[in-house]
């Protein structure tokens, strides 16, 4: 945690966003995400976290290694790099104060895949997941009922093709699941000006399938009837 970047931390935090940086890059670059974050959510704690491990290309951080990765290989290594994960989330999450619930996991390129995958690994660790061009490992069966999903995808993206993040999202609509997907023509892959507006704009007009859950389940008199 030494080198993860608070952007804003108030006394009493009320939501979390860390933000996970893409392979051969560091904390820094997550910055302008980071502080478009703080100035909508200004009671939000929000937080660059960086990786560990050296990337083995010379520069910057990895949260797994890429060399020799294949599609066949590519899940263990996500695997094995999931406890110290999942364990930067947890120490951020006690030290901010802040639930599951209220956490958002904002990752680009392989911090968004790692994201992505530690959602569906480790139950109540979040309630969003902010994936920006990135891509599930492995789709899941079924549909995590406490997380909603929102994938950004910029369709000049030469790096992970946005066809991940159409699939990704008719699979989640196919199993019910909570999610949002946007693709942006003439954007690569990178985090785009546009793609911040649509984050804030999803953040603040989305609300998650499973609040209608919760008044539906506290008030079932307000359901229609069905002949």
Same mark, same amino acid.
């Given at each position: =945690? ?8 108030? *006394? ?7 933000? %996970?940086? &893409?392979?051969?890059?560091? +904390? ?5 995400? +980071? ?15 960086? +990786? ?11 949260? %797994? ?6 599609? #066949? ?7 094995? +790099? =999931? ?23 904002? !990752?680009?390129?392989?911090?968004? $895949? ?15 997941? =902010? !994936? ?16 909603? /999903? ?8 030469? @790096? $992970?093709?946005?066809? /991940?993040?159409?699939?990704?999202? #008719?699979?989640? @609509?196919?199993?019910? *699941? ?7 023509? /003439?954007? &690569? ?6 793609? =911040?507006?649509?984050?804030? #704009? ?26």
């Amino acid at each position: =945690m030494t080198q993860d970047i608070v952007v804003q931390a108030p *006394a009493q935090a009320a939501q979390l966003f860390l933000l %996970f940086h &893409g392979y051969g890059a560091d +904390a820094q670059d997550m910055q302008p995400l +980071a502080k478009r974050f703080a100035d909508e959510f200004p009671q939000a704690c929000v937080v660059c976290v960086q +990786a560990t491990d050296p990337a083995e290309a010379g520069f910057g951080w990895q949260w %797994f290694p890429l060399q020799g990765v294949t599609e #066949e290989n590519r899940p263990q290594r996500v695997n094995d +790099a =999931m406890l110290g994960f999942v364990s930067l989330i947890r120490a951020w999450q006690q030290r901010a104060g802040v639930s599951h619930e209220a956490t958002a996991l904002v !990752g680009f390129s392989q911090g968004g $895949i790692m994201s992505l995958a530690a959602s569906l690994q480790e139950p109540q660790l979040c309630g969003r997941v =902010m !994936g920006f061009g990135s891509r599930f490992v492995t789709l899941p069966t079924h549909a995590p009922e406490t997380v909603t /999903y929102h994938l950004f995808h910029g369709k000049s993206d030469n @790096v $992970i093709h946005y066809g /991940y993040a159409v699939s990704a999202a #008719e699979h989640l @609509v196919a199993i019910e *699941a909570d999610v949002t997907a946007d693709v942006l023509p /003439y954007i &690569g892959h990178e985090i785009h000006p546009n793609m =911040m507006d649509l984050a804030i #704009e999803r953040l603040t007009t989305h609300l998650p399938k499973r609040f209608y859950k919760q008044v539906h389940e506290a008030d079932p008199g307000d359901s229609p009837v069905r002949h």
